[in-house]
T-cell receptor
Framework: NAGVTQTPKFQVLKTGQSMTLQCAQDMNHEYMSWYRQDPGMGLRLIHYSVGAGITDQGEVPNGYNVSRSTTEDFPLRLLSAAPSQTSVYFC??????????????FGSGTRLTVV | GQQLNQSPQSMFIQEGEDVSMNCTSSSIFNTWLWYKQDPGEGPVLLIALYKAGELTSNGRLTAQFGITRKDSFLNISASIPSDVGIYFCAGRQGGSEKLVFGKGTKLTVNP
């Protein structure tokens, strides 16, 4: 049981480049989210999904797109990378609405640097 | 967005000491969660609280859901070096599909 798998673990981008951060879970979880972690800022919600085909914005969605075509995968796309998007990105999933029965299970993160 | 105020921001303690940290909000939450993050890893759920006044333990960790539903507390007894990490509180409001996180408490334990 792999849990939540994020790839890549590290990435360096140039300003203006685009890329997709991958997230996959094998626990048949309906709920998935993307958070970013910056020093002193805690975890801030970027986008979330309550099931395949359904996504919604979180607290800091600008510059990011998501889609949820399958239950297992929830990729995060950076359209045109900016230095302000340098951060550690975490994908998380839960069987039910997070906080109803336990919380999210997190991946180990993708460390992104935009130069 | 909804803010959770977590304090203290950091703590430096000696091995064997007890630790207390808390999380407060101006709004009511239906669920409070406490996570721990080890360096280079994602957060891991420690304790989940679902009812006002609830007191739940997980080994040396004890957490409480405040009576007002606007706060929660985490205590660690007899700290050990592996307790080092960042502790996050998280909350869920009624009718929301989102978890809101505090900014974390960074714990350092000196042997």
């Amino acid at each position: 049981n792999a849990g939540v798998t994020q790839t890549p673990k590290f990435q360096v981008l140039k300003t203006g480049q685009s890329m997709t951060l991958q997230c996959a879970q094998d626990m048949n979880h309906e709920y998935m989210s993307w958070y970013r972690q910056d020093p002193g800022m805690g975890l801030r919600l970027i986008h979330y999904s309550v099931g395949a085909g359904i996504t919604d914005q979180g607290e800091v969605p600008n510059g990011y797109n998501v889609s949820r075509s399958t239950t297992e995968d929830f990729p995060l796309r950076l359209l045109s990378a900016a230095p302000s998007q340098t951060s550690v990105y975490f994908c998380a999933s839960s069987y039910s609405s997070p906080g109803v029965l336990g919380g999210y299970t997190f991946g180990s993160g993708t460390r992104l640097t935009v130069v | 967005g909804q803010q959770l105020n977590q304090s203290p921001q950091s703590m430096f303690i000696q091995e064997g000491e007890d630790v207390s940290m808390n999380c407060t909000s101006s709004s009511i939450f239906n669920t409070w969660l406490w996570y721990k993050q080890d360096p280079g890893e994602g957060p891991v759920l420690l304790i989940a609280l679902y009812k006002a006044g609830e007191l739940t333990s997980n080994g040396r960790l004890t957490a409480q859901f405040g009576i007002t539903r606007k706060d929660s507390f985490l205590n660690i007894s007899a700290s050990i070096p592996s307790d080092v990490g960042i502790y996050f509180c998280a909350g869920r409001q009624g009718g929301s599909e989102k978890l809101v996180f505090g900014k974390g408490t960074k714990l350092t334990v000196n042997p």
